[in-house]
């Protein structure tokens, strides 16, 4: 492709689309409502319509009606006339559109510019950083990423549903979870109980689940992603910030197999143990897991990340080990303001990919030995606020080999539904939670 003379181009505009924008809101002042959550005076090429655009909005916003007469006065008065092309040019504006039907037409033309200016204007930036040797390739490439992902978040307009679209798309929904008859309207993570009580993960949750180190937290992840990828065949995605992936397969193959993970350290395996494997194996060979082993993971990689699996990979619910471990674009951030700009960050992940997310999360000390509450999740009040669900996961800390250990799962929060607690049973040897002996799975 060729470059050469591009610096010498005219940048993306239509003047005409601006001035057909600015005269269309004259002819009808109502129009500016259509206008002001997709247009700011910076999407305008033209510095005069920016002053124009910039005296409407003033005017709006004082709940003055705007004509030509009361545009002039304001520019006047901010001394901003001759800057905007004087009085004459005001009075043209309302020659410019015979209508303002197309009001919105002319605005998303305006808005298209000026989004080609800025992907033209940060390519620019982008070259020129990537000259400067003293940088690490990989700051900027990260500083790239949040770029493009500021761009395309701006992008995005903002939609109103009447009551009537919103009502028949509920009954719509409803409609088709009576037909199918099934228990859960979301993604069953296995554990009976909790399946209940939530219906499954729901699409466009983030879901907490905390504990103290040690106590499963990632044994229990493990244990719901065995449940939904191997067993239930959804694709799934688990961000391991903490673990390899090979130990996480080694902990997967204890689990699905049922032979203990001191075993698969050591070697000392029988006969019988390499059979069991080799059939688990096979099922977990063929299941839609995705892994990402990244320690130091950055936040704008990790959300670049999830969407390439759900696009690619078809992934319906991702799983984070663990939420404090995710890395902010600054490290002198303080720990409650790291925590709140995560946990903001995936509940919006999760709305836009419109999959469950399941984060991890560690709680505070003074939890060691008794039953977590909210306000013990370690690092920011944020994390309750923006989760739908967060879950406690609490047991005695083994003192010898138990083949079993009750534990328990305490839904402490559930912004649609019940709270309670969840009977469990751990299996040190797998590390691996199951329902209780005395209630019903899936």
Same mark, same amino acid.
């Not at 903002?158 to 088709?176: C, F, S």
């Not at 078809?314 to 890395?327: A, S």
């Given at each position: 492709?060729?470059?050469?003379?591009?610096?010498?181009?005219?940048?993306?505009?239509?003047?005409?689309?601006?001035?057909?924008?600015?005269?269309?809101?004259?002819?009808?002042?109502?129009?500016?409502?259509?206008?002001?959550?997709?247009?700011?005076?910076?999407?305008?090429?033209?510095?005069?319509?920016?002053?124009?655009?910039?005296?409407?909005?003033?005017?709006?916003?004082?709940?003055?009606?705007?004509?030509?007469?009361?545009?002039?006065?304001?520019?006047?008065?901010?001394?901003?006339?001759?800057?905007?092309?004087?009085?004459?040019?005001?009075?043209?504006?309302?020659?410019?559109?015979?209508?303002?039907?197309?009001?919105?037409?002319?605005?998303?033309?305006?808005?298209?510019?000026?989004?080609?200016?800025?992907?033209?204007?940060?390519?620019?930036?982008?070259?020129?950083?990537?000259?400067?040797?003293?940088?690490?390739?990989?700051?900027?490439?990260?500083?790239?990423?949040?770029?493009?992902?500021?761009?395309?978040?701006?992008?995005?307009?903002?939609?109103?549903?009447?009551?009537?679209?919103?009502?028949?798309?509920?009954?719509?929904?409803?409609?088709?979870?009576?037909?199918?008859?099934?228990?859960?309207?979301?993604?069953?993570?296995?554990?009976?109980?909790?399946?209940?009580?939530?219906?499954?993960?729901?699409?466009?949750?983030?879901?907490?689940?905390?504990?103290?180190?040690?106590?499963?937290?990632?044994?229990?992840?493990?244990?719901?992603?065995?449940?939904?990828?191997?067993?239930?065949?959804?694709?799934?995605?688990?961000?391991?910030?903490?673990?390899?992936?090979?130990?996480?397969?080694?902990?997967?193959?204890?689990?699905?197999?049922?032979?203990?993970?001191?075993?698969?350290?050591?070697?000392?395996?029988?006969?019988?143990?390499? #059979?069991?494997?080799? $059939? @688990?194996? *096979?099922?977990?060979? /063929?299941?839609?897991?995705?892994?990402?082993?990244?320690?130091?993971? +950055?936040?704008?990689?990790?959300?670049?990340?999830?969407?390439?699996?759900?696009?690619?990979?078809?992934?319906?619910?991702?799983?984070?080990?663990?939420?404090?471990?995710?890395?902010?674009?600054?490290?002198?951030?303080?720990?409650?303001?790291?925590?709140?700009?995560?946990?903001?960050?995936?509940?919006?992940?999760?709305?836009?990919?419109?999959?469950?997310?399941?984060?991890?999360? #560690?709680?505070?000390? $003074? @939890?060691? *030995?008794?039953?977590? /509450?909210?306000?013990?999740?370690?690092?920011?009040?944020?994390?309750? +606020?923006?989760?739908?669900?967060?879950?406690?996961?609490?047991?005695?800390?083994?003192?010898?080999?138990?083949?079993?250990?009750?534990?328990?799962?305490?839904?402490?929060?559930?912004?649609?539904?019940?709270?309670?607690?969840?009977?469990?049973?751990?299996?040190?040897?797998?590390?691996?939670?199951?329902?209780?002996?005395?209630?019903?799975?899936?």
């Amino acid at each position: 492709m060729e470059y050469q003379g591009l610096k010498d181009k005219v940048p993306p505009q239509n003047l005409e689309a601006e001035r057909a924008v600015l005269g269309a809101m004259l002819l009808d002042w109502s129009s500016v409502n259509n206008v002001v959550s997709l247009l700011q005076s910076d999407r305008f090429f033209s510095y005069q319509n920016q002053l124009v655009f910039e005296a409407m909005i003033s005017l709006f916003s004082q709940n003055i009606h705007g004509d030509a007469l009361a545009l002039v006065n304001e520019l006047d008065k901010r001394g901003k006339l001759q800057e905007a092309g004087g009085a004459a040019y005001i009075a043209a504006l309302s020659d410019t559109v015979p209508t303002s039907a197309n009001i919105d037409y002319y605005a998303q033309i305006v808005h298209d510019m000026a989004t080609r200016r800025d992907l033209i204007k940060m390519s620019e930036e982008i070259k020129a950083t990537s000259f400067d040797k003293s940088r690490e390739s990989r700051h900027i490439l990260e500083e790239a990423e949040k770029k493009i992902f500021s761009l395309s978040e701006r992008d995005e307009s903002v939609k109103v549903h009447e009551a009537r679209a919103m009502i028949d798309e509920t009954i719509k929904l409803i409609e088709d979870r009576y037909k199918r008859r099934d228990t859960y309207t979301g993604i069953p993570c296995g554990i009976g109980q909790l399946d209940t009580m939530t219906s499954g993960f729901q699409n466009e949750e983030l879901i907490i689940l905390g504990a103290r180190p040690s106590i499963g937290k990632t044994a229990m992840a493990l244990s719901m992603m065995q449940h939904i990828a191997v067993g239930k065949k959804i694709p799934c995605g688990f961000f391991s910030l903490e673990m390899s992936y090979q130990m996480i397969g080694q902990r997967l193959l204890s689990q699905e197999a049922r032979v203990g993970g001191g075993k698969l350290r050591s070697g000392l395996l029988s006969m019988s143990d390499f #059979q069991k494997l080799q $059939d @688990a194996a *096979g099922r977990i060979f /063929n299941a839609p897991l995705y892994v990402v082993d990244q320690p130091n993971m +950055q936040l704008l990689d990790l959300r670049a990340l999830a969407r390439r699996l759900v696009v690619e990979r078809g992934v319906k619910i991702i799983f984070i080990d663990y939420i404090g471990l995710i890395g902010t674009e600054n490290p002198n951030a303080k720990v409650y303001e790291a925590q709140s700009e995560v946990s903001k960050s995936l509940k919006a992940l999760a709305r836009e990919l419109k999959i469950p997310i399941v984060a991890l999360c #560690q709680v505070a000390r $003074d @939890a060691e *030995g008794n039953e977590p /509450n909210l306000a013990q999740l370690r690092g920011s009040g944020s994390i309750e +606020q923006d989760a739908d669900v967060v879950m406690f996961l609490h047991r005695e800390r083994l003192k010898s080999e138990e083949p079993a250990q009750e534990a328990k799962l305490i839904v402490a929060k559930q912004r649609n539904g019940a709270t309670g607690e969840v009977k469990l049973t751990y299996l040190p040897a797998y590390t691996k939670f199951e329902n209780a002996a005395n209630e019903e799975g899936e």
